[in-house]
């Protein structure tokens, strides 16, 4: 027979999470342990397991005392998780009386099936209101509601904190942690969308003559392939690789290079994705023997060195790669977390490798060092400071690392304020991480965000390829679940010799109109948002003015400052350019990073602030008129 009310229910869950609507219609409840009973009160509780899950007192009354202790009730800029669903007394309150977003977390389906087949839950039909069952959803919710500035907060009944304390410490880590990446992919996008840009259009041509990664596939069915990242064990185990090179296909990330130079390994595949100048990591002779993997948003140069031959790595939803692949008419399915060592592993799996050995991936600082020996950033050191009370990252050789991290034309003082820069960058990211013996290891929260990250993605792989067998021969690194901690010295003792593969680089076929129709419309939305930036750039620069002469709020400041957001509010008037969303939204983030709360408490600030934002807007300018001169090139070149 039909039940209209657990009908109802599923229906609103279905309009955001059919997934979790259609699992709990098919859910089997037959054998649940749930007992509804009436309380002397008259109000309801659930039986489970011998437990009430709710205040035997008065579960609504208990309701009320817990939303009554959150301070921060008229706070929107938070996510409240609510672990445990039971009767939804507690939701219903909150959803009541909380402002922000209200994410409840009940990994039970057979519970809620039973709640939902006997009452409407009022609180669950809040617009702000949001269930799931798994840490999965969980991780995409605080991804698709956070900014840089919400916060998590996790609120439950008695019930649950004295029979699932551990389960709700996770929950909040995970939810946490998601809100640390997503903050982290979005400061990442931030900083790196103008050269991305810049280097996306310039690559273009490249581009459309350099076949696709994908082209590989299973190329290397049931081999054995070794990713090589540049992490302390990597020095450690070099004569293992050395001495068996030929048995397994090498996956080398750029600041291996040097290393790998020096001992006489070939790499079979160099991968690359960094936005910025490192081109003097490839100055030596094994990348002649190489293949290049790359991000098309890579360094411009990069795509003009000699190798044996060039595969395009294009990530879905990365800067302009979807409007790549569109181009190209690719439908891509390949990601990225901005890391190069998960581009390597993916492209490794996606060529057919059964077994992927991982070295160097030490995602850890292990005794004291950050790098291996012999890498790029080789004299870098994490040492604990007795008086400081904490771990501090400083290179050995102040002038060796200043010139591993500079350019040839840059200034001496240019070059001591990068090196400052990006040692104050480390030192304020340092955070710990299980190590494969249970200890806690010091390491960057991007390396800490990584372990999960691999984890995670191992965990997939295997479960879409069973056969599939992942190794870490990191050891003594962090930690990264689903895979095998095995030596390397252990790991090669059978395997079969690999013949390399010589690879046809064949040019892709291209539809020359749809391109030239692709370039058409990206250059006159590029111009159209270059006219909204001149708008910005000509108010900061009178705004810059007005406050460099005075320092004082004055009449025309504040009315500079009113014509400002009027300018801002003409983002949702932009072209509605699926392909350019992802650069207006970080170019708007830029923006809101300068003008935020901060931005009028004083003169002086605003004055600080609006020279920063000035500087970005010509920088943009800039970058946008080089794209458009770029694409008329592309134009040229499609004619030709």
Request: charged share 25%; with cysteine; aromatic share 10%.
């Amino acid at each position: 027979m039909e039940n209209k009310v657990l009908n109802e229910n599923i229906s609103h869950i279905a309009k955001y999470n059919k997934r979790l609507a259609d699992e709990i219609l098919r859910f089997n409840c037959e054998k649940s342990s749930f007992e509804l009973v009436k309380m002397p009160n008259d109000e309801f509780n659930i039986l489970s397991n011998g437990n009430l899950i709710h205040d035997i007192q008065g579960a609504k009354d208990e309701a009320k005392r817990i939303v009554n202790s959150i301070k921060n009730k008229e706070d929107k800029n938070i996510i409240r998780i609510i672990y445990g669903f039971g009767l939804g007394y507690l939701l219903d309150e909150a959803a009541g009386v909380l402002e922000g977003k209200i994410v409840v977390y009940e990994p039970d389906l057979c519970l809620l099936k039973f709640v939902f087949s006997l009452a409407k839950i009022d609180g669950l039909f809040k617009n702000n209101v949001f269930l799931c069952s798994d840490k999965e959803s969980l991780i995409e919710y605080i991804s698709a509601l956070s900014d840089e500035k919400t916060d998590i907060s996790i609120t439950f009944l008695n019930y649950h904190k004295q029979n699932y304390l551990n389960d709700i410490k996770d929950v909040l880590y995970t939810a946490q942690k998601a809100q640390a990446q997503h903050k982290g992919n979005r400061m990442t996008m931030c900083k790196k969308m103008p050269q991305a840009i810049i280097n996306t259009f310039s690559n273009f041509k490249k581009i459309l003559t350099t076949p696709d990664v994908m082209s590989l596939k299973d190329t290397y069915k049931g081999k054995t392939a070794l990713c090589v990242s540049a992490g302390p064990s990597l020095t450690e185990n070099i004569e293992i690789i050395k001495k068996n090179q030929d048995k397994f296909v090498i996956f080398a990330l750029n600041p291996t290079i040097k290393l790998l130079a020096k001992h006489n390994i070939q790499p079979d595949f160099i991968l690359y994705i960094e936005t910025i100048d490192n081109k003097a990591q490839f100055n030596y002779d094994i990348v002649e023997n190489s293949y290049l993997i790359l991000e098309p948003y890579c360094y411009r140069e990069i795509y003009n060195f000699k190798s044996k031959g060039i595969f395009n790595y294009i990530s879905k939803e990365s800067f302009l790669n979807s409007w790549i692949l569109d181009c190209l008419k690719i439908n891509s399915n390949l990601s990225t977390v901005g890391t190069v060592s998960y581009t390597a592993l993916m492209s490794a799996y996606m060529m057919g490798f059964e077994k992927i050995i991982l070295i160097g991936q030490d995602l850890a600082y292990k005794d004291g060092y950050c790098y291996s020996k012999g890498s790029h950033y080789e004299n870098l050191r994490c040492v604990f400071k007795k008086e400081l009370n904490k771990y501090v990252i400083e290179p050995d050789d102040m002038e060796k690392f200043e010139n591993a991290i500079s350019k040839l034309k840059d200034s001496k003082e240019t070059i001591e304020k990068n090196a400052k820069a990006y040692l104050n960058y480390l030192n304020n990211n340092i955070a710990t991480v299980k190590a494969q013996d249970g200890s806690l290891l010091p390491t960057q929260t991007g390396y800490a965000i990584f372990v999960d990250i691999f984890a995670q993605l191992a965990k997939s792989l295997k479960q879409a390829n069973p056969q599939l067998k992942l190794i870490n021969s990191s050891k003594g690194g962090a930690q990264i679940d689903n895979f095998e901690n095995i030596a390397l010295e252990e790991a090669v003792e059978n395997l079969n010799f690999v013949k390399k593969k010589e690879f046809e680089i064949k040019p892709p076929v291209i539809d020359k109109k749809h391109i030239e129709k692709n370039i058409q419309i990206m250059k006159n939305n590029l111009k159209s948002f270059r006219d909204y930036i001149l708008q910005i750039k000509n108010n900061i620069d009178e705004l810059y003015k007005e406050l460099n002469q005075n320092l004082e709020f004055s009449e025309k400041v504040l009315t500079l400052l009113k014509k400002q957001n009027e300018i801002f509010k003409k983002f949702q008037f932009l072209p509605d350019d699926k392909y350019l969303n992802i650069i207006t939204r970080s170019v708007e983030d830029r923006f809101i990073l300068y003008f935020n709360e901060n931005y009028l408490k004083n003169p002086k600030i605003c004055l600080s602030k609006n020279i920063c934002a000035l500087r970005f807007a010509k920088e943009m300018l800039d970058i946008l008129d080089e794209s458009i001169q770029k694409l008329a090139d592309c134009e040229l070149f499609i004619l030709q």
